[in-house]
């Protein structure tokens, strides 16, 4: 499954509504190291479809949901379950390092 684009309207229905975990990566344009795991969660989206639900929200152009969610650091990546915010992650992580946070918080 592809990583899926969330705005500031279409937050609550991708993410806190969604019946399966979903990880929000937070990410801008001019965020080189959030180019640097973009593969890397491109591929998780797909390995991991059956469990979880991946998608980027552009910081810059969804600033009221990046405001509410308090991210300060880019890339920042939560995972969402049950509507609620249950685990955060900031910087760049090798591919590995990613699942094993995903699973462990899933």
């Known amino acids: ?46 390995e991991m479809a059956d469990q979880i639900t991946i998608t980027k929200l552009n910081v810059d152009q969804n600033q009221a949901t990046a405001q509410g969610l308090n991210v300060r650091n880019l890339p920042t990546l939560m995972i969402f379950k049950d509507g609620q915010p249950v685990a955060m992650m900031a910087g760049v992580q090798p591919k590995s390092s990613i699942k094993q946070w995903i699973e462990r918080n899933i």
């Open 1 to 46: 499954m592809a990583v899926v684009e969330v705005t500031d309207a279409t937050f609550h229905n991708e993410v806190v509504a969604s019946d399966k975990p979903v990880v929000v990566d937070c990410w801008a344009d001019w965020c080189m190291p959030c180019k640097a795991i973009a593969p890397s969660l491109d591929q998780l989206s797909d």
